[in-house]
């Protein structure tokens, strides 16, 4: 079990620039969810998928976000004319699929941190 | 709408002694709660969770407690250890027949444990 992996970890990036972030989920966890994390904050969701399917994306994800898993394993997230208020930790988190009514944990990786300048 | 609050932004607890992190929500749909813990530069690490059947769940030196009609949990850490120091989040999902496991967090819970 390698746990979920991120990459970058870190990224520094001007603003109005485009950026991509990496998620690979623990193997066979066929949900995977990105979070963002300010500073002072706990997480906030921004969006799920179902295997290859995004069944849900917040209102904290703006046109300028867009996230896909095209095989239903790893899942990307880019973020097009990078802002200022950009700057965060952006979290991936995976899970298996669980009957209605049951429950369990999300594993989430290590963050990709983002500095707009 | 903060529906997960952490109303103690920090804790300072001696070694050896026990630790109490409180959390409270308002979303009366939530059934399944959990805690999570953060060093700095990584991502959030489970701890321990409940679902809203129980009003207790133990594990080793961690224990949380869910009192539904107060809408409130706590976790408590016996004893604790300088290794505990780190940011403490308190995490709500549900309703568990609908739900996909979307979790809101509170905002945090700094804790320090002193030698």
């Known amino acids: 079990d390698t746990g979920v992996s991120q990459d970058p970890r870190h990224k520094i990036t001007k603003r109005g620039q485009n950026v991509t972030f990496r998620c690979d989920p623990i193997s066979e966890h066929n949900r995977l969810y990105w979070y963002r994390q300010t500073l002072g904050q706990g997480p906030e969701f921004l969006t799920y998928?179902?295997?290859?399917?995004?069944?849900?994306k917040s209102r904290l994800l703006s046109d300028r976000f867009s996230a896909e898993r095209p095989k239903g394993s790893f899942s990307t997230l880019e973020i097009q004319r990078t802002e200022q208020g950009d700057s965060a930790m952006y979290l991936c988190?995976?899970?298996?699929?669980?009957?209605?009514?049951?429950?369990?944990?999300?594993?989430f990786g290590p963050g990709t941190r983002l500095t707009v300048l | 709408d903060q529906q997960v609050k952490q109303n103690s932004p920090s804790l300072s607890v001696q070694e050896g002694r026990i630790s109490i992190l409180n959390c409270d929500y308002t979303?009366?749909?939530?059934?399944?709660f959990l805690w999570y813990k953060k060093y700095p530069a990584e991502g959030p690490t489970f701890l321990i969770s409940?679902?809203?059947?129980?009003d207790k769940n133990e594990d080793g030196r961690f224990t949380v407690f869910l009192n539904k009609s107060a809408k409130h949990l706590s976790l408590h850490i016996v004893p604790s250890q300088p290794g505990d120091s780190a940011v403490y989040f308190c995490?709500?999902?549900?309703?568990?027949?609908?739900?996909?496991?979307?979790?809101?967090f509170g905002q945090g819970t700094i804790l320090t444990v002193h030698p």
């Open positions: 409940i679902s809203s059947i129980k």
């Open positions: 979303n009366s749909m939530f059934d399944y």
């Open positions: 998928f179902q295997n290859e399917a995004q069944l849900e």
């Open positions: 988190a995976s899970s298996p699929s669980r009957l209605a009514g049951t429950y369990g944990p999300q594993y």
């Open positions: 995490a709500a999902s549900g309703p568990g027949g609908t739900s996909y496991g979307k979790l809101t």
